[in-house]
């Protein structure tokens, strides 16, 4: 298929990037270097591929959708190595070559770009960094500090993996169609050493996700049945705060304690 045939697919989340002067900003913001192992995920057309592809020689790409395999490798041919395949089952790990940390790149479809950044932090091991396009609400949460609207589940999980840093906006004109939000570069660098010790993040996970299921309420109240009064206390937490009042920290030492046997 030539590239003027390809309609962009809603249930692709396909919105490709055209500004060109958007396109060179993102790609200073990743700064690529030779030598330099970079996997994007989503390509589409291949807008930001081919700004990447001016300072090194070749990288991965991960697309899921068939038709547009050909255009990519019309254009580029075997200057990108294209996995057709569903990125939420992409190994990156199995993807590297020599154990070189790998650099994530992509603008990715808004409808599962969560559950792409859990994909990623179980894989964190084999990266060295990722640059993202995403919905600038997602990116708020991401980045968001306690006591803030935006704080919840999705700030506390990704800032205990990774450094979260919000770079710039990017209206919705610099893509074609354009989507209904404004959006958003996030750059996520994995922590070298975990900011907080932690028995299980699969129970932090889980307590924050019932912490805030009513973010209006007290830890007392939606943790009931998960931990008691004398847990709170042990944990030096004031049961009588809303989940957004707590440190990642905070967070860390409640799920730690419901790990250890307790009553
Ligand atoms: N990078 C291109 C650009 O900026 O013009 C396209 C970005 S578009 C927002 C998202 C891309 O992700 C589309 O090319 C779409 O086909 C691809 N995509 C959607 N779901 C995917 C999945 N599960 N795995 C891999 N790629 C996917």
Known sequence: MRDTQHRARKRFGQNFLHDQNIIQRITAAISPQ???HLIEIGPGKGAMTQSVLEYIERMDVVELDRDLIPILTDRFADQITIHNTDVLKFDFCQARHN???????????YNISTPILFHLMEQLACIKDMHFMLQ???VERMAATPGNKDYGRLSIMLQY???VEKLFLVPPGAFNPPPKVDSAIVRLIPHEQPP???????????????????RRKTLRNTLKGLLNDADFEACDVDASLRPEQLSLEQFARLANRYTEPHQ
């Open 136 to 138: 600038k609400e997602v």
């Open 196 to 214: 907080v010790e932690l028995e299980s993040s699969e129970t932090l996970s889980r307590l924050v996700k019932q912490a805030f299921s009513q």
């Open 99 to 109: 154990d070189q940390p790998l650099r994530v790149i992509g603008n990715l479809p």
């Open 161 to 163: 993996f990774c450094r």
């Open 34 to 36: 030779e030598g330099e």
